[in-house]
Nanobody, 133 residues
């Protein structure tokens, strides 16, 4: 099995910063940790869930097109990996539920990092980020 446990989130003023964390664990993950990409998606009210950022075991990253304010990172420790999403200069339009996700790299091209929702097999429960203007 694979569990994703998120932390962080809450209320922040526009222009502020916030960091989200997510830890992956479980036999499914730990037996092949290097093959799992981890990422963040977000879903605002009335909108589709959209990709934010992803990172591989080795630290390769990819971001959504308009990024210049978010940074994803990953720490690997034995049977677990924890990813972080540092969000700076937050705007009201960043308000959303942020979801952590894990996607297996099997079947992808070498170096490819998944960015599509269907490429992620496991999801966290989501954490609310509210940016007040």
């Amino acid at each position: 099995q694979l569990q994703l446990v998120e932390s962080g989130g809450g209320l922040v003023q526009a222009g502020g910063s916030m960091r989200l964390s997510c830890t992956a664990s479980g036999r499914t993950f730990s037996s092949d940790a290097m093959a799992w990409a981890m990422g963040w998606f977000r879903q605002a009210p009335g909108k589709e869930r959209e990709f934010v950022a992803a990172v591989t075991y080795s630290g390769a990253t990819t971001y959504f097109a308009d990024n210049g304010r978010f940074t994803i990172s990953r720490d690997n420790n034995n049977a677990q990996s924890t990813i972080y999403l540092q969000m700076n200069s937050l705007k009201s339009e960043d308000t959303a539920v942020y979801y952590c996700a894990a996607g297996h790299l099997g079947g992808l091209r070498v170096g490819q990092i998944p960015k599509e929702r269907y490429q992620y097999d496991h999801w966290g429960q989501g954490t609310q980020v509210t940016v007040s203007s």
